[in-house]
Nanobody, 122 residues
Framework: VQLQASGGGLVQAGGSLRLSCAAS????????MGWYRQAPGKQRELVAV???????NYADSVKGRFTISRDNAKNTVYLQMNSLKPEDTAVYYC?????????????????WGQGTQVTVSS
């Protein structure tokens, strides 16, 4: 399974960006999909997660500004980021809890994207 993330970039404070992350491979199903971020000198933190049934959860710091969504037909998760702040600057990583179809059995695989840089200038 491979995850391809896109949509990062440089934006001024108050601006918006939309991140996308598409999974490819022998995917049987996907459970939770999420976005994490890691700022320089800090630990990776959860930003938002969406379950297979569409339930969402957000870090307190992004509630009301970020929206996570998914397109199951495309194995893709999105993160709409509005009212961006300089403290949102980080490398954003997508994560998908996939179930992979092998020749005989199914197996779980926790897949990660390569990271996409988001920089918010003040």
């Amino acid at each position: 399974v491979q995850l391809q993330a896109s949509g990062g970039g440089l934006v001024q404070a108050g601006g918006s960006l939309r991140l996308s992350c598409a999974a490819s491979g022998s995917i049987f199903s996907i459970n939770d999909m999420g976005w994490y971020r890691q700022a320089p000198g800090k630990q990776r933190e959860l930003v938002a997660v969406i379950t297979s049934t569409g339930r969402t959860n957000y870090a307190d710091s992004v509630k009301g500004r970020f929206t996570i969504s998914r397109d199951n037909a495309k194995n893709t998760v999105y993160l709409q980021m509005n009212s961006l702040k300089p403290e949102d600057t980080a490398v954003y990583y997508c994560n998908q809890e996939t179930v992979v179809a092998g020749p005989i059995t199914l197996s779980a695989l926790d897949a990660w994207g390569q990271g996409t840089q988001v920089t918010v200038s003040s």
